[in-house]
């Protein structure tokens, strides 16, 4: 093993991802695509390629992007948005690969139902990240994004179980038993989600190693790894086991966690999101060149034939389905619905469960993008497996053309039809729950100076007493703002000048500290070392600064 040329490949791939995000920032376009598109350049050019091995990215790719998708979702979202999690995440996921794979097994030469359905559960799971980038910055209604993260949670989670189980199913005879793989999945997915409930009460033991910053990353990173290891070594879903593991660890994370490691820990996962994601979408690029070789042994009809059936499958299922269940009867609990107004963050998350438009249906429609999860599990499936080119390759034009598509056209889309988030409803409920915040600390203040205390200690109340009034009292005129404006039409927040202002003036004086600080280091006067303790306090304090007023 050639380990300076491996390093090479490393660092020629993070060079390309940096370059990539760089562009995607300026221009808006999807960085998936143009990686992809790099890593096709790339195959074509003289010398070695990289070719893809399927265990490395099942046992080390997989395990991290889905734990991080967990940590940022919510059990609560689960609970209040039970009807997306078992209309979207399981029955279309379910739906869409079984059709895919007995399209694949009635009209696809070799292909048997085993085979196609593990195609199908590839390119079943939309990927939400991209939907939800751009339908946050068109506005998308609080109640569109609150179904398309639900739709997140367990999608992945389901599709690779079933594809576990369709190679597993293929390995054994070929074919797929139908009564026995459906106690296959079912144990697979029970078997999962108990380990991943046993590996994120361990991590809850362990409080008291998450308090250091350094630890908690460390044991994060391990967790995941470790949920996968221990499901796959008793042949159940590694999956779940990492997605319900990343669940409830999330969920515990504010309360065993300190401040400095959940920072810490954030910045880290995000970092290894960025890289692997890019790593595999650039992986997938440099394999399009042996891709297309292979398809040399297939006529033209057999590729029109399987593509019509994996892009036909995917682009029209997911919007019938998505008719269908405002039909369904409530007791399935498949029918989508939602709350009347935009705002997600009602503590109760009781729901009315109105219907939806058919505004929004299309917009739920064009939300279904594949992604990184689609192209890292198509390459999962072996080599032997009978038309592997031939599913690969469809698996690639299913995540260009929903990718570029409608991924390109969602935010358009999104503004055509209308829907448009209330900002003032969601400012009003921040800005109530600070104040609420900031009251149950002077609340505190209260209890701490009716117990016994000295001098020194009535200082640092008061001076406490005074710097939390004026945070209550901003809040409160923020809300005054919000109430005038109560009647107007338009769903967009107010704007306060004295807001605006303020916030200039802090970044305006952070940024003078900074220089200052700076200039006595370049002096002499002030060590590195100290430096980065000061700055670090300054950047903590911009962290809490709104890039622009929004609440």
Known sequence: MNYELMLLYALGAIAVIIVVHWITEKSGLPAAVLLTLAGVIYSYLPGANLKVNEEVILMFILPPLLYNAALDSSLLDIRRNIRTVISLSVALVLITALLVGLGFSLWVTGATLATGIALGAAVAPPDPVAALAVGRKAGLPGKLITLIQGEGLLNDA????????????????????????????????????????????????????????????????????????????????????????????????????????????????????????????????????????????????????????????????????????????????????????????????????EPLSGREVTALTWAGTRGVITLAAVFTIPEKVPNHDLMVFCALVVVLVTLVGQGLTFAPLVRLLGLRANQKDKARLRNEARSAAVQAALNRLDDIQEEQHDHVEDEAIETMRRQLQFRLDRYRRRLDLLEQVEQVESHDLPKSPQYEAALMVRQAVIDAEREELLRWRDAGRLADESLRVLNRELDHEELVLPKRPKD
């Open 158 to 353: 389901t599709a690779l179980t079933l594809l576990t189980v369709a190679i597993a199913a293929y390995n054994e005879g070929g074919d797929i038993p139908f009564g026995g793989t459906v106690v296959d999945f079912l144990t697979s997915a029970v078997g999962g989600v108990i380990i991943g409930i046993g590996i994120a009460y361990i991590v809850r033991f362990l409080k008291p190693f998450r308090q250091d910053p350094l630890s908690a990353n460390a044991l994060s990173i391990i967790t995941p790894l470790g949920a996968f290891t221990l499901a796959e070594h008793y042949h159940l879903s590694g999956v779940l086991a990492v997605v319900v593991a990343g669940l409830i660890v999330g969920h515990d994370t504010p309360r065993y966690t300190t401040g400095a490691s959940r920072l810490q820990t954030a910045a880290v996962w995000r970092l290894i999101d960025f890289i692997l994601e890019g790593a595999v979408f650039l992986l997938i690029g440099m394999q399009v060149e042996r891709v297309l070789e292979g398809l040399r042994n297939y006529s033209w009809s057999q590729i029109t034939i399987a593509l019509a059936i994996t892009l036909g499958v995917v682009l029209l299922v997911r919007p019938l389905w998505l008719a269908l269940t405002q039909i369904l009867p409530r007791q399935l609990h498949l029918r989508l619905g939602g709350q009347q107004d935009d705002d997600m963050d009602v503590p109760d998350g009781r729901s009315k469960e």
